[in-house]
């Protein structure tokens, strides 16, 4: 409600607070949500390393969205090592989620068959 101002003024500070604890009880939406923020400093200064700390726990939990968002950060190296392996890990789960993105994603990182194998 405070990140949207729904029924109440908009506060994004507060909203990072509700967030942060619904986050820290295993709420895998709350989790996402929190990270997005901590990611873009929204309500709150930017934290990279928290905000992958809840993309994480949330992409376990089977969010699709932080899946997505999670192999982003891994093929970018944002906040992270990159890292090509634990990308496509994240982009496949989602896409196995039915996140469309990431099947597209994964898709373009897929290795093209040379044309040597293709003839074998």
């Known amino acids: 409600m405070f990140c949207t101002g729904q029924g109440v003024p908009k506060d994004l500070a507060q909203g990072v607070v509700w967030y942060e604890l619904a986050a820290h009880s295993g709420h895998g939406i709350a989790q996402y949500n929190l990270a997005i923020m901590l ?13 992958v700390h809840f993309l994480r726990l ?16 891994y093929q970018t190296g944002q906040g992270v090592p990159r890292d090509e392996a634990l990308a496509r890990r994240w ?11 990431a099947a597209k994603i994964l898709n373009r990182l897929a290795p093209k068959a040379s044309p040597t194998a293709e003839r074998a």
């Open 91 to 101: 982009y496949g789960e989602a896409a196995r989620k039915g996140n469309e993105t």
């Open 39 to 51: 990611s873009k400093g929204q309500g709150c200064e930017p934290d990279l390393g928290k905000s």
């Open 58 to 73: 949330a992409a376990e939990q089977g969010i699709p969205e932080a899946q997505l968002a999670l192999a982003n950060v």
